[in-house]
């Protein structure tokens, strides 16, 4: 067999893994997992996209979950040095430092995003890639999410965040922070929306 051929055949039985992994996590927390699946290739390339590789600064992923936007950060050319990757569950920590050795993977709560960043990161992310089910959480933690976040970028950079709901995660009307939106995408499982919100 052809060694591209056994990659490809590894890579599947790697995704097959995550999503064992991922459903079990959901089976036992489903609030905190917030999806029954890591999310699909074209909505973690479409989160990556937005991120500017040769940009200064560190990338911060809140909810990698198993990878999948990591993946696609790092197939954009984003270093996996650059990386700080916000974690909650162990399990799915002790497999991103497998994976990403060269990563920053910080256990926690990342609705506490300043408070537990403050040792890690040093100068103005370029961007923070979101994975997080925030359409779970009060709306009060929402607004101090992405005002810790916003304290954390620097100016202009991108928060960019997926939801399957139809509407924006955060409310438009913040003041100083403008929000832009994908078009919907279907071939995720389920069907999910990627939001980019900058400080003005």
């Known amino acids: 067999m052809p060694s591209h051929t056994v990659a490809r055949v590894e890579k599947r039985s790697l995704r097959l893994d995550?999503?064992?992994?991922?459903?079990?996590?959901?089976?036992?927390?489903?609030?905190?997992t917030g999806a029954v699946m890591p999310s699909g290739r074209v909505l973690a390339r479409t989160m990556a996209?937005?991120?500017?590789?040769?940009?200064?600064?560190?990338?911060?992923?809140?909810?990698?979950?198993?990878?999948?936007v990591t993946e696609a950060l790092v197939e954009r050319g984003v270093d996996p040095a650059?990386?700080?990757?916000?974690?909650?569950?162990?399990?799915?920590?002790?497999?991103?430092?497998?994976?990403?050795?060269?990563?920053?993977?910080v256990q926690?709560?990342?609705y506490r995003l300043r408070r537990l960043l403050?040792?890690?990161?040093?100068?103005?992310?370029?961007?923070?890639?979101?994975g997080l089910?925030?359409?779970?959480?009060?709306?009060?933690t929402r607004l101090r999410l992405i005002s810790d976040a916003m304290a954390l970028l620097a100016p202009g950079a991108p928060f960019v965040q997926f939801t399957y709901a139809m509407v924006t995660p955060i409310?438009?009307?913040?003041?100083?922070?403008?929000?832009?939106?994908?078009?919907?995408?279907?071939?995720n499982v389920p069907p999910a929306r990627v939001w980019v919100y900058r400080g003005e």
């Open 18 to 32: 995550d999503d064992v992994r991922f459903l079990r996590s959901w089976l036992e927390k489903p609030l905190a």
């Open 49 to 68: 996209r937005y991120v500017d590789p040769q940009s200064k600064g560190p990338i911060i992923e809140l909810g990698p979950g198993t990878g999948p």
């Open 82 to 105: 650059r990386l700080v990757l916000v974690e909650f569950n162990p399990v799915f920590c002790r497999l991103l430092r497998s994976r990403y050795p060269a990563a920053t993977v």
């Open 108 to 110: 926690g709560d990342a």
């Open 118 to 130: 403050e040792s890690y990161v040093r100068s103005p992310a370029s961007a923070i890639v979101s």
């Open 133 to 140: 089910p925030l359409v779970t959480k009060p709306v009060r």
């Open 171 to 187: 409310p438009k009307q913040l003041n100083g922070i403008k929000a832009e939106a994908s078009e919907l995408i279907w071939l």
